[in-house]
């Protein structure tokens, strides 16, 4: 995985290693990475310059089967996930730019299909995701930033393994974090 974050040694390894390798295919372009760290904002921006379709697929499970927060309440995290792995298999057929939720990148069958595609792993901070956070319509975060720290350090290693690329959003505006992967995605072709 590339750092956007740090082009030194780590980022000639990198360079050294995508000649090594053919490049992924640069649709569908996936964002993954923890709760509110930007996924939908920067990928809805990236699909409007890049001129594809954006698919969020947590917005596709709402649309399908109603509120996220109550399918967990009503069938339990499990059913959720099933749901969830249907649609990110769809998405991952098309030629879009598709946010995933944060806990699909848990399914093996997701990390296979990500391993063909081109990865932007979205990072954020503890203290930008608590200005973030808010209405408590995320199931999982129930206790607060506290949950929130706990579920990414469990995730972390998952969005690293399986990133391209990585971008921090906790400090830079959305847009230029967009700008960013913009640039990556067509200097890569």
Same mark, same amino acid.
Request: contains cysteine; glycine residues 6%.
């Given at each position: 995985?590339?750092?956007?974050?740090?082009?030194?040694?780590?980022?000639?390894?990198?360079?050294?290693?995508?000649?090594?390798?053919?490049?992924?295919?640069?649709?569908?372009?996936?964002?993954?990475?923890?709760?509110?760290?930007?996924?939908?904002?920067?990928?809805?921006? *990236?699909? !409007?310059? #890049?001129?594809?379709?954006?698919?969020?697929?947590?917005?596709?499970?709402? @649309? /399908?089967?109603?509120? &996220?927060?109550?399918?967990?309440?009503?069938?339990?995290?499990?059913?959720?996930?099933?749901?969830?792995?249907?649609?990110?298999?769809?998405?991952?057929?098309?030629?879009?730019?598709?946010?995933?939720?944060?806990?699909?990148?848990?399914?093996?069958?997701?990390?296979?299909?990500?391993?063909?595609?081109?990865?932007?792993?979205?990072?954020?901070?503890?203290?930008? *995701?608590? !200005?973030? #956070?808010?209405?408590?319509?995320?199931?999982?975060?129930?206790?607060?930033? @506290? /949950?929130?720290?706990? &579920?990414?350090?469990?995730?972390?290693?998952?969005?690293?393994?399986?990133?391209?690329?990585?971008?921090?959003?906790?400090?830079?505006?959305?847009?230029?974090?967009?700008?960013?992967?913009?640039?990556?995605?067509?200097?890569?072709?």
């Amino acid at each position: 995985m590339r750092d956007a974050a740090k082009p030194t040694q780590q980022h000639q390894k990198q360079q050294h290693q995508e000649q090594q390798h053919p490049a992924k295919p640069l649709f569908p372009l996936v964002f993954i990475g923890p709760m509110a760290a930007g996924k939908t904002r920067i990928g809805r921006l *990236v699909a !409007r310059t #890049l001129d594809v379709p954006f698919v969020d697929t947590d917005a596709r499970i709402v @649309a /399908d089967h109603g509120a &996220i927060k109550e399918i967990f309440e009503q069938h339990g995290e499990e059913h959720f996930r099933a749901l969830e792995r249907e649609v990110v298999a769809q998405a991952l057929t098309e030629k879009a730019v598709v946010s995933l939720g944060g806990g699909a990148v848990l399914d093996p069958d997701t990390q296979a299909d990500l391993a063909r595609c081109s990865v932007v792993y979205l990072s954020v901070s503890a203290q930008a *995701v608590r !200005r973030r #956070l808010g209405g408590g319509k995320r199931p999982l975060l129930r206790g607060g930033i @506290a /949950d929130w720290k706990r &579920i990414y350090n469990q995730r972390r290693p998952t969005y690293e393994a399986l990133a391209s690329i990585r971008f921090d959003t906790s400090h830079r505006p959305l847009d230029a974090i967009a700008d960013a992967v913009v640039t990556w995605t067509t200097t890569r072709t």
